[in-house]
């Protein structure tokens, strides 16, 4: 990326003020990616521990499965899901808050007595493989954060900052060039005034 400048006093104030920005900003930025990486990491740790929970969960319900073809599957359903959102480094993602079940009443003589462990299992599962999606969900938000702060890291670090230091150091070495240029005329033009005067005299 080129920037554009001119070769005057306007110009440098504009790229020097450009540059000093970039320059602040940049730890600012490095920190927030470090923040995000390290929260991408612990999401992906997360993600995978409600996996084999919810594995384990699936193989105790399949350990049972010839039970549940007795259960009354309109006995629970998930009522509400409520969410939450959280700010980390500045990006805003959900989390889960809580997961409402309903579950309908059931005579608990006539019911077979497994019923009770059964709702549990089943609002175990449930909860879990919520709070799973929403943890990918969450992933997903983070890591493209992440990509995004990486990427503004790399334009200031490898384009912009560089970009501006070369303007600076153009500009001013055209500043000098022309100040040199006009100094050097001044004093040949003044020694040439002289020289006319002591010809005259």
Same mark, same amino acid.
């Given at each position: 990326?080129? $920037?554009? *400048?001119?070769? &005057?006093? =306007?110009?440098?104030?504009?790229?020097?003020?450009?540059?000093?920005? /970039?320059?602040?900003?940049?730890?600012?930025?490095?920190?927030?990616?470090?923040?995000?990486?390290?929260?991408?990491?612990?999401?992906? =740790?997360?993600?995978?521990? !409600?996996? &084999?929970?919810? #594995?384990?969960?699936?193989?105790?319900?399949? +350990?049972? *499965?010839?039970?549940? &073809?007795? *259960?009354? +599957? @309109?006995?629970?359903?998930?009522?509400?899901?409520? !969410?939450?959102?959280?700010?980390?480094?500045?990006?805003?993602?959900?989390?889960?808050?809580?997961?409402?079940?309903?579950?309908?009443?059931? @005579?608990? *003589?006539?019911?077979?007595?497994?019923?009770?462990?059964? $709702?549990?299992?089943?609002?175990?599962? +449930?909860?879990?493989? $919520?709070?799973?999606?929403? =943890? !990918?969900?969450?992933?997903?938000? !983070?890591?493209?954060?992440?990509?995004? =702060?990486?990427?503004?890291? &790399?334009?200031?670090?490898?384009?912009?900052?560089?970009?501006?230091?070369? +303007?600076?150091?153009?500009? %001013?070495?055209?500043?000098?060039?022309?100040?040199?240029? @006009? %100094?050097? @005329?001044?004093?040949?033009?003044?020694?040439?005034?002289?020289? /006319?005067? #002591? #010809?005259?005299?």
């Amino acid at each position: 990326m080129a $920037i554009k *400048f001119q070769y &005057n006093k =306007t110009s440098l104030q504009y790229i020097e003020k450009q540059l000093k920005v /970039r320059v602040r900003a940049l730890p600012i930025i490095k920190n927030k990616e470090s923040a995000l990486r390290s929260e991408v990491k612990r999401c992906k =740790t997360d993600a995978q521990e !409600l996996e &084999n929970k919810l #594995e384990k969960q699936i193989q105790t319900y399949e +350990a049972m *499965f010839a039970l549940w &073809n007795e *259960f009354d +599957a @309109s006995l629970i359903k998930i009522d509400d899901v409520q !969410l939450g959102v959280k700010k980390i480094a500045g990006v805003r993602v959900p989390y889960l808050d809580k997961v409402d079940f309903q579950i309908m009443p059931y @005579s608990l *003589f006539c019911a077979p007595k497994w019923y009770a462990d059964g $709702i549990e299992l089943l609002k175990g599962l +449930a909860h879990t493989a $919520i709070a799973r999606e929403f =943890t !990918l969900a969450r992933l997903g938000l !983070l890591e493209h954060a992440r990509k995004k =702060t990486t990427q503004k890291v &790399n334009l200031f670090e490898k384009v912009q900052i560089p970009g501006y230091q070369d +303007a600076v150091r153009k500009i %001013k070495r055209f500043m000098e060039d022309e100040e040199n240029l @006009s %100094k050097s @005329s001044q004093k040949i033009l003044k020694s040439l005034q002289e020289k /006319r005067k #002591e #010809e005259e005299v």
